[in-house]
T-cell receptor, first 112, second 108 residues
Framework: DGGITQSPKYLFRKEGQNVTLSCEQN?????MYWYRQDPGQGLRLIYY???????QKGDIAEGYSVSREKKESFPLTVTSAQKNPTAFYLC???????????FGPGTRLTVL | SQQGEEDPQALSIQEGENATMNCSYK?????LQWYRQNSGRGLVHLIL?????REKHSGRLRVTLDTSKKSSSLLITASRAADTASYFC????????FGKGTRLHILP
């Protein structure tokens, strides 16, 4: 987990509220990724960014939004349009031409 | 777009025994990676094997890759309680795609 921080570790929100999950890195990596993990489902890619001010949708982008204004930061907003937002969210970093990804500790979001 | 699929889904073995997990995938790959995830934590990269490699070792880990069968295996020798975790294979298509994982439990 070193070099990547996600906050908070646990997050509770009421249904219908937008919520922003933080991901910060000091590894100087160009690429950053957001994954969602549900029990028995493995990891599914939400959004990724390979360079500042640019990002692409992953497999399950609907109901989520991101920004990449700084190299170190890639916040994820879970909007009210996301039908089932309760999940474990993982942020990862890497270099575009080097396949290993480095993961943060995750944020567990529970929508009540 | 699930690519890798691990087998078995869950595995329980006695401490000291060897643990073998398998990963099958559908399309051609450039490389295949294995990651470990302790409960409630992020993933940790274990090993990467390239498509032109057949076997790779790292400490107690041994990974094999058979591109003709589109499969890989991860062997953990002399298992320890600390090896209890979920193990994921990840293949690269246009982007890295993770499988659903094998939950490994080491019994004391």
């Amino acid at each position: 987990d070193g070099g990547i921080t996600q906050s908070p570790k646990y997050l509770f929100r009421k249904e219908g509220q937008n919520v922003t999950l933080s991901c910060e890195q000091n590894l100087n990596h160009d690429a950053m990724y957001w994954y969602r993990q549900d029990p028995g489902q493995g990891l599914r890619l939400i959004y990724y960014s390979q360079i500042v001010n640019d990002f692409q949708k992953g497999d399950i982008a609907e109901g989520y939004s991101v920004s990449r204004e700084k190299k170190e930061s890639f916040p994820l907003t879970v909007t009210s349009a996301q039908k089932n937002p309760t999940a474990f969210y993982l942020c990862a970093t890497g270099q575009p031409d080097y396949n290993e990804q480095f993961f943060g500790p995750g944020t567990r979001l529970t929508v009540l | 777009s699930q690519q890798g699929e691990e087998d078995p889904q869950a595995l329980s073995i006695q401490e000291g025994e060897n643990a073998t997990m398998n990963c099958s995938y559908k399309t051609s790959i450039n490389n295949l990676q294995w990651y470990r995830q302790n409960s409630g934590r992020g993933l940790v990269h274990l090993i990467l094997i390239r498509s032109n490699e057949r076997e790779k070792h790292s400490g107690r880990l041994r990974v094999t890759l058979d591109t003709s069968k589109k499969s890989s295996s991860l062997l953990i020798t002399a298992s320890r309680a600390a090896d209890t975790a979920s193990y994921f294979c990840a293949t690269d298509d246009d982007k890295i795609i993770f499988g659903k994982g094998t939950r490994l439990h080491i019994l004391p």
